[in-house]
């Protein structure tokens, strides 16, 4: 069965403290992996796109990379307003050409000045 | 702001009763996909519409049904309303089969 696990589920970091998050996925027929940002009451935004093993893209403070079974969201040196919920997604063929995309639960993020 | 627009932002109503969430995907987005996010589940995908037709489901009870009109907004509708059924639905579009989701503010779902 496809599924994305991030780790952990809570982060508390100082600002300025850089730390990592990851998503370990197990998905047939995968597409992409996808990071999504969500603030509380608020629908998910996007991120990053990675394709293939060895891929990364930066951000501002943030930097996803991507192995063969996983990927990590790195922070450097954080501040307050990056306090949120990061979402890990990836995308897999679905049935009749369609493609689902399938998150993680999150990992939640507090950034204390 | 995504550009993507659903209504109603919140709704609260009883057990048994029937409620049709929509959503209005960004300009020139053909895809359509519906979560439902609740604080133990996490997003959990329903299912998805290509300009107009069904593409991928997940795990869509068969209570829930939704549809892509030829305008492409979307419609889902919840029925015989239970109180698990209580969460955020999240509606996302894309121009195709993309996984960069833009989703909308979402409709809050209380089921009383």
């Known amino acids: 069965e496809d599924q994305v696990t991030q780790s952990p589920e809570a982060l508390r970091l100082q600002e300025g403290e850089s730390s990592s998050l990851n998503c370990s996925y197990t998905?047939?027929?995968?597409?992409?992996l996808f990071w999504y940002r969500q603030d509380p009451g608020k629908g998910p935004e996007f991120l990053f796109t990675?394709?293939?093993a060895g891929e990364e893209k930066e951000k501002e403070r943030l930097k996803a990379t991507l192995t063969k079974k996983e990927s990590f969201l790195h922070i450097t040196a954080p501040k307050p307003e990056d306090s949120a919920t990061y979402l890990c997604a990836v995308q897999a063929s679905g049935w009749t050409g369609g493609f689902k995309t399938i998150f993680g639960a999150g990992t939640r993020l507090f950034v204390k000045a | 702001d995504s550009g993507v627009t659903q209504t109603p932002k919140h709704l609260i109503t009883a057990t048994g009763q029937r409620v049709t969430l929509r959503c209005s995907p960004r300009?020139?987005?053909?895809?359509v996909y519906w979560y439902q996010q609740s604080l133990d589940q996490g997003l959990q995908f329903l299912i998805q519409y290509y300009n107009g037709e069904e593409r991928a489901k997940g795990n869509i009870l068969e209570r829930f049904s939704a549809q892509q009109f030829p305008d492409l907004h979307s419609e889902l509708n919840l029925s015989s309303l239970e109180l698990g059924d209580s969460a955020l639905y999240f509606c996302?579009?894309?121009?195709?089969?993309?996984?960069?989701?833009?989703f909308g503010e979402g409709s809050r779902l209380t089921v009383l």
């Open positions: 996302a579009s894309s121009k195709g089969g993309t996984g960069e989701l833009f």
């Open positions: 990675l394709y293939s």
């Open positions: 998905v047939s027929g995968l597409r992409g």
């Open positions: 300009s020139g987005d053909l895809s």
